[in-house]
């Protein structure tokens, strides 16, 4: 297969989509020939991102913990480009550095709603149209905190562990389907998202990566776009780490 081919005629729908991880898979994949739906709560991002991947990428600028709004999201992304046959589920904040004792009640409900539930509605929105074709790849970004537990940072490792079981539950659920789903877990990437954390907190996840640095954006892009092409065929519900070392099981 042609790699620079790899997802024509393929439509992405990509979540948190105006920066960071997000902007990074959506450079990449359209790269690779797909179209774009772009989610971010960020309009004024999406339009600067849609204008660096092409004035056709189609933008939507939503609250993505609204159901109803995301169920918009995905009809519309859907009639305009003809189907949703990749879903890439980006979006997500850290929450406060705190210890769980003195963790703010609104916080963690807040790190929850965009880290899982919105993430559940987003996977739950692009079923109907990946399952008219039979075919879809879902891509959840989750973390290694999920798998680990940061300390400080109860709320993101709980959350991030919510999202990779998630995906093991939708995998098996559409295992008998052309339809596959994974997620991947990032040690630190260096991007915006370092706005929300204190200091220390950056560097205590810098001393537990082997590599001793962070991920860059551009090696998540590349495992992203081969877990949301048809070469990924006979992986679903599976956790690809990509942790610079740090990961031990």
């Known amino acids: 297969?042609?790699?620079?081919?790899r997802h024509n005629g393929r439509v992405a729908v990509i979540t948190g989509a105006a920066s960071g991880i997000g902007f990074g898979v959506a450079r990449r994949l359209a790269a690779e020939g797909a179209r774009l739906s772009l989610w971010d709560?960020?309009?004024?991002?999406l339009k600067r991102?849609?204008?660096?991947?092409?004035?056709?990428?189609h933008q939507v600028a939503l609250d993505l913990t609204d159901p109803s709004a995301v169920d918009r999201a995905a009809r519309e992304a859907a009639g305009t480009l003809g189907g949703i046959d990749i879903l890439v589920a980006s979006a997500g904040i850290t929450g406060p550095n705190a210890t769980l004792a003195d963790y703010p009640v609104e916080e963690w409900k807040r790190v929850f709603d965009v880290?899982?539930?919105?993430l559940f509605y987003c996977n739950k929105a692009v079923l109907g149209p990946m399952r008219a074709k039979d075919y879809g790849r879902i891509v959840n970004i989750a973390s290694i905190a999920g798998k680990e537990g940061n300390p400080n940072a109860s709320a993101y490792s709980a959350s991030?562990?919510?999202?990779?079981?998630?995906?093991?539950?939708?995998?098996?659920?559409?295992?008998?389907?052309g339809i596959?789903?994974?997620?991947?877990?990032?040690?630190?990437?260096?991007t915006?998202?370092?706005d929300q954390m204190k200091q220390e907190h950056i560097d205590f996840?810098?001393?537990k990566i082997p590599l001793a640095r962070f991920g860059l954006v551009e090696e998540i892009a590349a495992m992203i776009a081969w877990l949301a092409s048809e070469e990924c065929s006979f992986s679903t519900g599976a956790v690809f780490d990509l942790s610079g070392g740090r990961a031990t099981y």
């Open 205 to 207: 996840m810098l001393s």
């Open 160 to 177: 991030k562990a919510a999202v990779i079981g998630l995906t093991k539950s939708l995998g098996k659920e559409l295992a008998k389907t």
């Open 1 to 5: 297969m042609n790699e620079g081919a």
């Open 180 to 190: 596959r789903v994974n997620c991947v877990t990032p040690a630190a990437v260096k």
């Open 192 to 194: 915006a998202i370092f």
């Open 115 to 118: 880290n899982v539930h919105a």
């Open 41 to 45: 709560r960020d309009a004024s991002g």
């Open 49 to 57: 991102a849609a204008k660096e991947l092409g004035d056709k990428t």
